[in-house]
Nanobody, 115 residues
Framework: QVQVVESGGGLVQPGGSLRLSCTLS????????VAWHRQSPESGRMFVAS???????DYDDSVRGRFTISRDNAKKVVFLQMNDLKPEDTAIYYC?????????WGQGTQVTVSA
């Protein structure tokens, strides 16, 4: 009964900001690495950012310096702070929790960046 639920998407103007949340209903949250991926007609499904159990982060070059991933282990939530949003950031954003061999995906949240 693992649940991965994204929230925080919406419509924002170029240059604006959004914060996405990924809430995990999971036994031992601290043992999971969590990643954000996004899917769009232009780019398909691509990696955006990740944070592992010790807290080390990684970013795709397209979002590095604009997006920040963080985790709150007590609340079992991972955040993706997105600043200086661009139209090309428009996509469905998916949260993925990984503790191999198990991988759990959320249903996604829509982010639309448009004037």
């Amino acid at each position: 009964q693992v649940q991965v639920v994204e929230s925080g998407g919406g419509l924002v103007q170029p240059g604006g900001s959004l914060r996405l949340s990924c809430t995990l209903s999971i036994g031992t949250f601290e043992g999971y690495a969590v990643a954000w991926h996004r899917q769009s007609p232009e780019s398909g499904r691509m990696f955006v950012a990740s944070i592992d159990a010790p807290g080390d982060t990684d970013y795709d070059d397209s979002v590095r310096g604009r997006f920040t991933i963080s985790r709150d282990n007590a609340k079992k939530v991972v955040f993706l702070q997105m600043n200086d949003l661009k139209p090309e950031d428009t996509a469905i954003y998916y949260c993925k929790a990984v503790r191999l061999p198990s991988i759990y995906w959320g249903q996604g949240t829509q982010v639309t960046v448009s004037a």
